[in-house]
């Protein structure tokens, strides 16, 4: 069973779910500095999606002055390429159209299809964020 919880940073206890989470994926597995992978947390809506009570993907999303960011999409390595990445996607979307306002992110190369998928598009060149390509994407 699949299940998506919304949060916001004043749940420490989610919160440390969250961030065990982000830390295996982007600071263990990809190699980003710990200092570059948390920032902007209290102005932050977050998402926990579990998967038979076990907690293996998050996301969040913040305003900024360009819009609604979505950001630190991050699935345990065994849990990829079975769809639950898009129904995290879905579910964040679902949340933010209603907002009125540019959507955008940072997708990393590997995941660019990921997002294109599910409707957005590049914009711009290649950039490099925390040693990582990464293409600017906005949902048309």
């Known amino acids: 069973m699949?299940?998506?919880?919304?949060?916001?940073?004043?749940?420490?206890?989610?919160?440390e779910v969250c961030s065990s989470i982000r830390t295996r994926v982007f600071v263990e597995e990809q190699k980003v500095d710990r200092k570059l992978e948390y920032d902007h947390e209290?102005?932050?809506?977050?998402?926990?999606?579990?998967?038979?009570?076990?907690?293996?993907?998050?996301a969040r999303w913040r305003k900024t002055d360009k819009g609604i960011k979505l950001e630190r999409f991050a699935m345990l390595k065994e849990f990829r390429n079975k769809g639950l990445g898009s129904e995290l996607l879905k579910a964040v979307l679902q949340d933010v159209r209603n907002l009125k306002r540019k959507i955008y992110l940072h997708s990393q190369l590997m995941a660019v299809s990921y997002y294109e998928r599910a409707g957005f598009k590049k914009v711009g060149d290649?950039?490099?964020?925390?040693?990582?390509?990464?293409?600017?994407?906005?949902?048309?």
């Open 2 to 15: 699949v299940e998506i919880v919304r949060f916001r940073f004043q749940d420490q206890k989610l919160f």
């Open 42 to 58: 209290e102005e932050s809506h977050f998402y926990l999606l579990y998967v038979d009570g076990k907690p293996v993907a998050t």
């Open 126 to 140: 290649k950039f490099i964020e925390a040693g990582i390509e990464h293409y600017l994407m906005e949902l048309i």
